[in-house]
């Protein structure tokens, strides 16, 4: 059982650059979110879906595109990379219900030069 | 608004000594509380969770009860492991959003 996968699990970027990174699970989750981990602030939620079709903006959502085309795949899009970027990302999954955990990928480390 | 205040680290301890991380939380409606886990290189894994209050959540010696009164959800174990060593992150979920603590790092010296 894969649970949520992440790719790259590293990547340096150039400034202006633009990627994709990508987040799969096999749970069936309805939700899935994207967060970033910087030192000293947790983590931080970037954006979120309830199911396919369905995204919404978390805390700091500037800088990033999201689509849920898919149950499995939530892929976060870096428009035009940005040094502040540089941070660890993690996807996450969980069933549409409260009081569940959420899975974590493993994450990326996106350095933004 | 919902949030989650956790101590500073690093928390540096001898093996078998007594661990209490403090964490204590704002929110808005009714949250559950979690404790996740994070190694060297990983990502987060769950810990603990309590989704109600006066719930205790336990796993592998680790405990912490829900406090509503206090707004609290403490991290106690009574003999840590040089294996524990760890940053440990405190979070509440309302409506499947998570709130993230900053992160506690837990270094267990032998």
């Known amino acids: 059982n894969a649970g949520v996968t992440q790719t790259p699990k590293f990547q340096v970027l150039k400034t202006g650059q633009s990627m994709t990174l990508q987040c799969a699970q096999d749970m069936n989750h309805e939700y899935m979110s994207w967060y970033r981990q910087d030192p000293g602030m947790g983590l931080r939620l970037i954006h979120y879906s309830v199911g396919a079709g369905i995204t919404d903006q978390g805390e700091v959502p500037n800088g990033y595109n999201v689509s849920r085309s898919t149950t499995e795949d939530f892929p976060l899009r870096l428009l035009s990379a940005a040094p502040s970027q540089t941070s660890v990302y993690f996807c996450?999954?969980?069933?549409?219900?409260?009081?569940?955990?959420?899975?974590f990928g493993q994450g990326t480390r996106l350095t933004v030069v | 608004g919902n949030s989650v205040t956790q101590m500073e680290g690093p928390v540096t301890l001898s093996e078998e000594a007594f661990l209490t991380i403090n964490c204590t939380y704002t929110a808005t409606g009714y949250p559950s509380l979690f404790w996740y886990v994070q190694y060297p290189g990983e990502g987060l894994q769950l810990l603990l969770k309590?989704?109600?209050?006066?719930d205790k959540g336990s796993n592998k010696g680790f405990e912490a009860t829900y406090r509503k009164e206090t707004t609290s959800f403490h991290l106690e174990k009574g003999s840590v492991q040089v294996s524990d060593s760890a940053v440990y992150f405190c979070a509440l979920e309302v409506f499947n959003k998570f709130y993230f603590g900053s992160g506690t790092k837990l270094n267990v010296k032998p």
């Open positions: 309590a989704t109600k209050a006066d």
């Open positions: 996450a999954s969980s069933p549409h219900q409260g009081g569940t955990e959420a899975f």
